[in-house]
């Protein structure tokens, strides 16, 4: 699943990340690598998700979330 | 003698604030060579000797391909800095090490500066500075950047490092290149690595993260909208309040000045022409130049304030989603929203925006917004025509209107500013509140407004002289004046746009100045003024009303009037907007694109609202 498709409140681990270098490069940088454990904070409509990882809150674009596999905790 | 320091951090680091404090007013803001993007130079003196400081465009890494990214790692390669501060948020260790281990394969001597060790302290974090000094090969300083009493510790560990220099322990294999072609793998040896350095060096407790009761409403999807557009516009309020006693004072200098400078050299026996521009040109410019810089120094200052307290990330996050329809960052409503107030303000506050590219496309944007000068001047013309009722429908048109212009605008734009292949989402940091450093935050809103003062002098004046020759004539009679020429020579044009000359003439003089609009009409119309005392000394030349609308009663009809108006309001703002345009783009080019567009787009608009309007009206 996606992180789109989480619960808000709840733990999880990115288990893979897909898209293009500028993405990849991008989402490494601010600290979302595969392995990393995540609070997903946020979770509403058509906002960005929010989420907590690495002491950083991050806010991350519903479409480039979608790029972003994670497995529940 | 080795003095070239480079600060290295990512966005939040607290980098500006370092760089503030180090090199207090010796500075100096610049552009990268050929690039859009700022480059801020300043320097400090310490043990006698004088040392200069970089500040290098913010960014999460330095193998990306974004402009600040490479800015960066080709300054750094290129051997312009002989120590490189790197930043570090201690409270947010491992990811901002990140740089860290980004800056490795460089090679360059370098220092490590733990800033917000007082948060980290808060979070019930403790870290070893000594051990991971021994670990990485580098001082290692914990540090308080909002702090002063650090930075002394910290210009003595500059000067020596300087000269007896360290650079960091040789790291594994995957850390040494630079450009790999697996941005994933290389990007896990690098946290392994950060993950290895940090072990045993940092104990912390690791607790789920809750939102502050502030933010549980600021992010929420409605509520957070209206509670950010809601203090968006208080701090317009503000930065309007703060800029009043400098309009004030701007708009004074006329009325002092103009009468015995002019007496003076008229006494001189001195042109007429000389007269006029000395009399009335200059101390309006001043006039101009002086009130610009009060609304400047106010929007910099409120949202240099919201800035710092990690407010302006909010404001991101809740209008991402509704400005990336038309291309722009969430951040863009900030200055979107201050262009109602002015568009010098607004054009001004795309400060915010961190890529160039973006901050150009807002501007943009921000010039369709209506300013409060146009308000100042739209329902009074619409009222000679039409009824409160009807007028209000206007107003309400304009609105809507504003929305498609500026819809209009960056989708012409945005191909050109924004390439397809630089567009990304929003991928950004809710950094924790912080309590804001005011002191500097007014030392650096000083620093700007100063700045834009002496650029848009230069400019302003050079417009001003332009719309001066188009309006001065000797014998004092708008009829003599070349704008009366031009505007009667193109009126079988202007015609098909629902201008006749006279509305023609008030439609230019409404990118100098909106203020400028009325007392155009009153001296095209009336002919009881000259155009020069209309356009440079608005107060004076408006008069009674009824006079000017029974006047263009007589030769305007209502659908004209309608046209008019929509032509006004989307022209070119003002000159004022014009220069601070150009100085915050620092691009010719795109001031004159965008000027264009608007002058073009508010004569189309004009003609469209004439065809629509003769059908009902």
Redesign the interface.
């Known amino acids: 699943m996606n992180l789109t498709q989480m619960q808000a409140g709840g733990f999880g681990v990115v288990t893979g990340v897909s898209g293009d270098a500028r993405f990849l490069n991008r989402v490494t940088g601010i600290g979302l690598t595969k392995g990393v454990r995540f609070q997903l904070v946020r979770n509403d409509g058509k906002m960005p998700v929010l989420l907590y990882c690495r002491e950083t809150l991050i806010a991350l674009n519903r479409p480039d979330a979608q790029r972003i596999k994670v497995r529940a905790e | 003698m080795k003095t070239r320091i480079a600060l290295l951090g990512?966005p939040n680091s607290g980098k500006s604030t370092v760089f503030n404090m180090l090199t207090g007013l010796h500075r100096h803001v610049g552009n990268w060579p050929g690039k859009t993007v700022e480059k801020n130079d300043g320097s400090f003196e310490y043990d006698g000797v004088r040392y200069t400081v970089t500040d290098l465009p913010g960014?999460?890494?330095l193998?990306?391909?974004s402009e600040e990214e490479q800015i960066t790692a080709s300054f750094i390669r290129s051997g312009q800095a002989d120590l490189v501060c790197i930043l570090i948020d201690a409270?947010?260790?491992?990811?901002s090490m990140?740089m860290t281990a980004e800056f490795a394969p460089l090679g360059v001597p370098a220092i490590l500066l733990l800033n917000m060790m007082d948060v980290a302290k808060a979070q019930g974090k403790t870290i070893d500075a000594r051990l991971l000094e021994q670990r990485l090969g580098i001082p290692v300083l914990p540090f308080v950047a909002a702090k002063e009493a650090g930075y002394d510790r910290l210009k003595a560990l500059l000067a020596k490092e300087l000269k007896a220099p360290h650079r960091l322990k040789t790291a594994p294999a995957a850390l040494q290149r630079e450009r790999g072609s697996d941005?994933?793998s290389?990007?896990?040896a690098?946290?392994r690595w950060i993950r290895s350095i940090l072990d045993g060096a940092v104990v912390q407790r690791t607790r789920?993260?809750g939102?502050c009761a502030f933010d549980r409403i600021a992010?929420?999807?409605i509520a957070g909208k209206l509670l950010t557009v809601a203090i968006i516009l208080a701090a317009l309020g503000m930065a309007m309040l703060i800029g009043t006693p400098m309009s004030s004072l701007g708009s004074a200098i006329p009325k002092l000045l103009r009468e015995p400078i002019g007496r003076m050299l008229s006494g001189w026996g001195v042109h007429p022409w000389i007269v006029s521009v000395f009399s009335q040109l200059l101390p309006n410019v001043l006039c101009f130049s002086v009130s610009m810089t009060g609304y400047v120094f106010g929007v910099s200052l409120v949202l240099g304030l919201l800035e710092q307290i990690g407010f302006l990330?909010r404001v991101?996050?809740?209008f991402?989603?509704l400005l990336?329809r038309i291309g722009l960052q969430g951040k863009a409503i900030c200055p979107i929203l201050m262009g109602f107030g002015c568009t010098v303000g607004g054009a001004f506050g795309t400060r915010v925006m961190d890529d160039p590219g973006q901050r150009l496309l807002t501007m943009a944007v921000v010039w369709a917004v209506p300013c409060s000068a146009t308000w100042g001047v739209v329902p009074v013309v619409a009222r000679m025509f039409f009824t409160p009722m009807e007028t209000f429908l206007l107003c309400a048109a304009i609105i809507l209107c504003t929305v498609l212009m500026a819809a209009l605008a960056a989708w012409i734009f945005r191909p050109q500013l924004t390439p397809k292949t630089l567009r990304?989402?929003?991928?950004?940091?809710?950094?924790?509140y912080h309590r804001p450093h005011l002191l500097q935050v007014l030392e650096e809103s000083f620093h700007k407004a100063w700045d834009i003062f002496l650029r848009s002098l230069i400019t302003v004046t050079l417009v001003s002289l332009i719309f001066w020759a188009l309006t001065f004539s000797v014998s004092g009679s708008a009829e003599d004046s070349l704008l009366y020429r031009i505007g009667v020579f193109s009126e079988p044009v202007t015609r098909a746009f629902g201008l006749g000359w006279q509305t023609f003439m008030g439609f230019l003089s409404a990118a100098f100045a909106k203020e400028a609009v009325l007392g155009t009409l009153n001296a095209a119309f009336l002919g009881q003024s000259s155009l020069v005392d209309a356009a440079f000394d608005a107060d004076a030349a408006i008069g009674d009303g009824t006079a000017l609308a029974y006047a263009m009663a007589q030769t305007v009809s209502k659908a004209e009037a309608a046209a008019f108006l929509f032509a006004c309001t989307f022209q070119v703002p003002c000159v004022m907007a014009l220069s601070a345009t150009l100085r915050e783009s620092h691009s010719v080019r795109w001031t004159i694109r965008f000027a264009l567009f608007y002058f073009f787009g508010a004569l189309l608009l004009a003609g469209l609202v004439y065809r629509i309007a003769a059908l009902f009206l």
Do not use: H, N, W
């Open positions: 990512q960014s999460y890494g193998t990306g391909v409270s947010q260790l491992e990811r990140y941005v994933l290389d990007g896990d690098k946290y789920p993260f939102l992010t929420a999807p990330a991101a996050f809740q991402d989603g990336s990304c989402g929003m991928i950004m940091e809710l950094p924790p």
